[in-house]
């Protein structure tokens, strides 16, 4: 298998990262015009976060999936970002199930922006109860088609919240730090805690293309360190895989977005 197999794209609706509220702090530029498959083609990465923001999209999922069709693997968002008031409510598990009824190459769904610190009156560490997670993972193992995975973000700043008991009931922890700069020393100490507290899970790495806690374009130096740290993880099997964020920063300028291809061109023919 070559690596670059491990890589996937966090892809959203074109311009939305723009448009929502955190925008303020992020100062993305207008003029993203990828959408998720064509940021995936755009970067060389054969899989795909299909992930719901803001809302959008709202099933059917259809259209959105044809888009997809030519990605090796595909994981639907069953809640979305924390925008997606939606799915305070009620997930999309039922749609992501139906499409992977309809495409085969729809593996699994993906929970965005679950855990938090929630008071509601009493303390809540996730949008959904515990019971509620386990129902979903058990009707995605028992999916008609084959088993589906239940995948989850957890960030830097959840590291130490009490949600063991969630962690063991998800196939894949993707971990993400959206506030610190890539090259932050801290970095190392945080993935060792994040596979200590995941003992034999699948795990995939977060990597932004754009420095969203400072509001400015990652610098080569930022991105390269970044990318060498995950690629060492899945050396070591402490990792197999690397989502990179995302489509809607991946055409509007920056050194990082250059480098990375590049780095995905070469890197990603080496067989591992």
Not at 142 to 148: E, F, Q, R, V
Not at 213 to 230: H, N, R, S, Y
Request: charged fraction near 25%; include cysteine.
């Amino acid at each position: 298998m070559k690596l670059k197999e491990c890589f996937w794209l966090w892809g959203q609706d074109t311009m939305s990262h723009q448009k929502a509220a955190g925008n303020a702090k992020w100062k993305l530029p207008d003029g993203n015009q990828l959408d998720p498959a064509a940021g995936a083609e755009y970067l060389g990465i054969p899989n795909v976060c299909r992930v719901v923001m803001c809302g959008s999209p709202q099933p059917p999922f259809d259209d959105e999936s044809r888009k997809l069709a030519a990605m090796h693997k595909v994981i639907w968002s069953a809640i979305g970002d924390s925008g997606s008031i939606r799915n305070d409510k009620e997930t999309d598990l039922e749609e992501v199930l139906r499409q992977a009824r309809l495409f085969p190459n729809v593996k699994g769904a993906v929970f965005d922006d679950f855990f938090g610190h929630f008071l509601k009156p009493e303390e809540h560490w996730a949008r959904y109860p515990v019971d509620e997670v386990f129902k979903i993972r058990q009707k995605l193992h028992s999916a008609p088609g084959g088993p589906l995975d239940l995948w989850v973000v957890w960030y830097k700043r959840g590291l130490d919240y009490p949600i063991d008991d969630y962690l063991k009931l998800f196939d894949v922890i993707t971990y993400w730090n959206m506030e610190t700069p890539a090259e932050h020393a801290e970095l190392q100490d945080d993935l060792a805690k994040m596979v200590e507290r995941t003992p034999g899970k699948r795990r995939l790495a977060g990597c932004y293309i754009w420095n969203y806690g400072a509001g400015k374009p990652l610098t080569v130096p930022e991105i390269q360190f970044e990318c060498e740290a995950f690629y060492e993880m899945i050396k070591n099997g402490k990792a197999e895989g690397i989502i990179f964020c995302s489509n809607c920063c991946a055409d509007i300028g920056g050194p990082a977005v250059e480098w990375l291809r590049g780095w995905i061109r070469e890197a990603g023919e080496e067989e591992i």
